[in-house]
């Protein structure tokens, strides 16, 4: 079977690190730089240890690892941290309360994990997903799911509109 250009990347060799922002850069075989990269598993409950691609802020794969575990020990804790804080979702069922009058603006709501709060940058970090769905990334790149607007109650509606 053919390699694709984001195996052979990998082969070649790579580096992880993070950015003063947090986020991964990730530095080629050739000196290329890309910043912001997020791993995402292929197959993420029946083969968690291979297939983990590599993908810059536009979403295109740059670098795809075949074997997960193959990886040097700090690449491999880099990237389990990195997926962890990805693949763990907490689910808004309403939106309690959102301090919006200074950014960072502070969001109080109810979860499928409990009550929490958290931080918000900007208003780019509330995504529409769809016309019913958002996700929302806080300060520390946790993400958190609204998987149908409508089932919202009228008040969490209401301060939700303001970013849609």
Not at 13 to 31: C, H, N, P, S
Not at 137 to 151: E, M, S, V, W
């Amino acid at each position: 079977m053919e390699k694709t250009p984001a195996e052979r990347l990998a082969e070649r060799g790579f580096t992880l690190e993070r950015d003063v922002f947090g986020q991964l850069v990730l530095t080629d075989a050739d000196g290329r730089k890309w910043s912001g990269v997020e791993p995402a598993r292929a197959f993420p409950i029946s083969n968690p240890g291979q297939w983990v691609s590599l993908c810059d802020a536009e979403g295109r794969e740059v670098l795809c690892i075949r074997e997960f575990d193959k990886l040097s020990p700090d690449l491999r804790r880099m990237l389990e941290e990195e997926l962890g804080r990805r693949e763990f979702v907490p689910e808004i069922k309403n939106i309690l309360n959102v301090a919006d009058d200074a950014d960072p603006s502070e969001w109080e709501v109810e979860t499928d994990r409990g009550a929490t709060t958290f931080l918000l940058d900007s208003e780019d970090d509330v995504r529409r997903l769809g016309p019913h769905r958002a996700l929302f990334i806080d300060t520390h790149g946790i993400r958190y799911l609204i998987p149908d607007t409508r089932k919202l109650n009228a008040r969490s509606r209401r301060l939700l509109e303001r970013y849609f």
